[in-house]
């Protein structure tokens, strides 16, 4: 799922030109996500990842909805967490559907 721009990104983890937050430290991290599907005749599916593994999912049916998926996982310096498009596709029209956040909850 590709970002433009952030509002926030404290230390740099995140690349807008990769999609990617970077964790900077070993420890637990909070991660969320929402999206609104783009009521195309296919369901939209979005995984989150870490290191290019799903660990969590969101689904929609083909109608337009809000999908939203919450996440706390330990993750290890330079683990890559990233929101992947499976299916389907996510409506933007500068209304600015799309938000991630994530952040450290406690360092190891």
Request: glycine letters at 8%; aromatic letters at 12%; a negative charge.
């Amino acid at each position: 799922v590709p970002f433009e721009s952030t509002k926030t990104n404290v230390g740099g983890a995140f690349d807008t030109a990769t999609g990617e937050f970077t964790a900077p430290a070993a420890g637990k991290y909070f991660f969320a996500f929402s999206c609104l599907s783009s009521g195309a005749d296919v369901p939209t599916r979005v995984d989150l990842e870490v290191n290019s593994a799903p660990v969590a999912q969101t689904y929609g049916d083909i109608d337009a909805q809000t999908l939203t998926v919450h996440a706390t996982l330990q993750l290890s310096k330079d683990d890559k967490v990233r929101m992947f498009l499976v299916e389907g596709s996510v409506r933007e029209d500068g209304v600015q559907f799309t938000n991630f956040a994530g952040w450290l909850i406690e360092e190891d």
